[in-house]
T-cell receptor
């Protein structure tokens, strides 16, 4: 099925461990995003990539790095996980420059717990 | 003051009721998005609109650009409509990244 695929769906890390959240879309979308969602905070942008080869910081980038490997894939890396990074992470993609098809598609989320 | 504000934050309705969720924004926008997040966590894009009204099934979204206000209506509500509804606007159009600014969400519970 076409859409945004995130892996893993669940993950428990120990403080200081590293991991990479994977995201891939097969809709040929230009822009991709990583958000985190915390109770009472809503969705907050971590990093985004407006197009292949570019990445930019969002609202809460500290402690994260990203890679736009190609047009399909946009990964989020936690180099040294901290309990404050316990959250639900969503990847999203969007086609830009086409008002008829504009819209966001979200992945199903990754529930990350750092202990 | 948040750039995107929704009301109410929580809403409980009886099955069959007509529901309205409001969204006000203070930034200039090219379009406004309504999203739905079910208790399982998945987020679905319901509407993207830049003027007037859009309808999909029992859902209707309207926007008034001059007043910087949008509403999401649900007719003949059903328990399966229970979800969090989120209003979001992209940053100004010159930002090709299209980053979204989110409202706080409205948690809707429809009782049978």
């Amino acid at each position: 099925n076409a859409g945004v695929t995130q892996t893993p769906k669940f993950q428990v890390l120990k403080t200081g461990q590293s991991m990479t959240l994977q995201c891939a879309q097969d809709m040929n979308h230009n822009s991709m995003y990583w958000y985190r969602q915390d109770p009472g905070m809503g969705l907050r942008l971590i990093y985004y990539s407006a197009s292949e080869g570019t990445t930019d910081k969002g609202e809460v980038p500290n402690g994260y790095n990203v890679s736009r490997l190609n047009k399909r894939e946009f990964s989020l890396r936690l180099e040294s996980a901290a309990p404050s990074q316990t959250s639900v992470y969503f990847c999203a993609s969007r086609v830009t420059g086409n008002l008829l098809r504009d819209g966001y598609t979200f992945g199903s989320g990754t529930r990350l717990t750092v202990v | 003051k948040n750039e995107v504000e929704q009301s109410p934050q929580n809403l409980t309705a009886q099955e069959g009721e007509f529901i309205t969720i409001n969204c006000s924004y203070s930034v200039g926008i090219s379009a406004l998005h309504w999203l739905q997040q079910h208790p399982g966590g998945g987020i679905v894009s319901l509407f993207m609109l830049s003027s007037g009204k859009k309808k999909h099934g029992r859902l209707i979204a309207t926007i008034n650009i001059q007043e910087k206000h949008s509403s999401l209506h649900i007719t003949a509500s059903h328990p399966r409509d229970s979800a969090v509804y989120i209003c979001a606007v992209p940053e100004l159009i010159y930002n090709q990244g299209g980053k979204l600014i989110f409202g706080q969400g409205t948690e809707l519970s429809v009782k049978p």
